[in-house]
């Protein structure tokens, strides 16, 4: 293949046996995570978010408190206490079990990589020592960093495949991501930087590779495709339309997602009795967070 051509136009790299691998290696990354996992005394900053998930587990009640971060460890623990005893080992199940998932996302980059290069990373996933260590902490930091992770790997994958579905399911990961902890922002922020450096050099080998157009008819040849790709995407409708439609899908599920976490319970439960309740809810979950 040469270097002009877009990953969208390539086959897949990686094969079967590599996906097996990986699920291989999630099961590792599994028992990595759950041996001994509640062997160790709570930390105080576990501790300190504890004590707010016993009282929403025992009350039913919750509001969004920044001090503690994101929702998401909150509802799961709370959750998770109705079948299981409280412990410190099912305070920190959560964490262990999305993490333990992280290999698998490799298999979203497949387009890329090679069947070695994706069982190293699903390895580098798997057993890194800080991403171990933290992986076992009833806290969010891991959390944010892994739907994150997950976000760029199935952005990667919609741009690859050219499809929406992967889109929806990277505005679903990154809700979740902010629904952990609020530096998510800065994953977005390096996202974009990432994305505006590699469109730049794609704009220099443009404007100083042989046989290469320049960097104003690159852009030019750039947005002709993005118009070819929608007008094929929408089908009979117009383009705009099948445009607004699916922007309004990706804003759709990011919020609602962000209203799922945040809402207070249990108001939440009765938003849809009355358009003033929902408002209400709609609120305190996008607007006072």
């Known amino acids: 293949m040469s270097r002009g051509d877009h990953p969208s136009s390539r ?93 698998l996302s490799a298999w979203l980059l497949r387009r890329h990589l090679d069947d070695r290069e994706i069982v190293a990373l699903g390895l580098l996933l798997t057993v890194q020592p800080l991403l171990l260590y933290y992986s076992r902490f009833m806290r969010s930091d891991m959390l944010v960093g892994a739907f994150a992770f997950a976000a760029f790997a199935l952005l990667v994958r919609a741009a690859d495949t050219r499809r929406l579905g992967p889109a929806v399911a990277a505005s679903a990961a990154l809700a979740l991501g902010f629904a952990s902890k609020e530096n998510a922002i800065l994953y977005v922020a390096c996202f974009g930087g990432a994305a505006a450096v590699c469109y730049d050099h794609r704009l220099v080998r443009a404007a100083t590779g042989g046989g290469e157009p320049g960097a104003t008819a690159r852009v030019r040849a750039d947005f002709a495709a993005v118009r070819d790709w929608l007008d094929r995407r929408s089908g009979a409708l117009p383009a705009v339309i099948w445009l607004g439609g699916a922007l309004a899908a990706l804003a759709g599920t990011f919020l609602a997602v962000t209203v799922l976490m945040y809402a207070p319970r249990p108001e939440i439960w009765g938003a849809l009795s009355g358009v003033g309740n929902l408002l209400d809810v709609l609120d305190a979950a996008l607007v006072e967070t």
């Not at 996992?37 to 300190?48: K, Q, T």
């Not at 587990?57 to 001090?67: A, S």
């Open 11 to 103: 086959g897949d790299r990686a094969g079967r046996r590599a996906l097996r691998a990986l699920v291989g290696l999630s099961v590792l990354s599994l028992a990595l995570r759950l041996a001994g996992l509640g062997s160790r005394v709570f930390h105080w900053d576990e501790g300190r978010v504890g004590y707010w998930i016993l009282r929403y587990h025992e009350t039913g009640q919750f509001h969004y408190r920044p001090i503690i971060h994101g929702p998401f460890v909150q509802h799961a623990d709370a959750l998770l206490f109705h079948v299981v005893p409280v412990t410190d080992f099912w305070a920190r199940f959560p964490v262990a079990v999305v993490t333990a998932a992280l290999p």
